[in-house]
């Protein structure tokens, strides 16, 4: 299980003793088939995020895992298998001064039905054009990577997605 720290801005410029930290639990799902990953396609900024996001007030990990999928992507979760691993990442929190924001993203190895429905995205993620999309690891990986190079506009997650990518392609090579 892998287990790694990521932070958007300088650690340097994060007082991360701050009393004000806000913190959020996320759980991602990671369905591989085939040699091909699902993933939602952001189709506005050309890159790759695993379904997923945040639990909502006492929402367990299955049902936001089977909200979140269904929303992002159109699929219904048949299965949560096992834990893979888990992304703790830090940035300055939108609400300024020494406020800091923490979230935990959990990843788990689900498998989804055969038939996708339509999905159920919130506005910010039609204005991003979210598709879902079944792509090879490596294609999805190098697509971020280069994103991330060129200092492409890009959603604050496209590191924290990145990495998990990496992780997993030495996985299944």
Not at 69 to 96: C, M, N
Not at 139 to 163: S, V
Request: proline residues 3%.
């Amino acid at each position: 299980m892998f287990k790694e720290t990521i932070y958007r801005k300088d650690k340097k410029s994060l007082d991360l003793k701050s009393p004000n930290i806000i913190f959020r639990n996320a759980v991602r799902a990671v369905i591989i088939k085939e040699n091909k990953i699902l993933m939602a396609h952001l189709e506005k900024t050309n890159e790759y995020k695993f379904p997923g996001g945040g639990k909502e007030e006492n929402e367990t990990r299955d049902a936001a895992i089977g909200r979140e999928v269904l929303e992002e992507v159109g699929y219904e979760v048949e299965r949560i298998k096992e834990k893979i691993g888990k992304i703790r990442e830090y940035d300055t929190a939108e609400e300024g001064g020494d406020h800091i924001f923490k979230m935990v993203s959990e990843y788990y190895l689900v498998e989804v039905n055969k038939m996708p429905q339509k999905q159920k995205l919130e506005d910010y993620e039609k204005e991003l054009l979210f598709k879902p999309c079944w792509i090879e690891i490596e294609t999805a990986y190098e697509t971020n990577m280069e994103r991330i190079k060129n200092k492409d506009e890009t959603t604050p997650g496209i590191r924290r997605e990145t990495k998990v990518l990496e992780i997993i392609k030495e996985i299944y090579k």
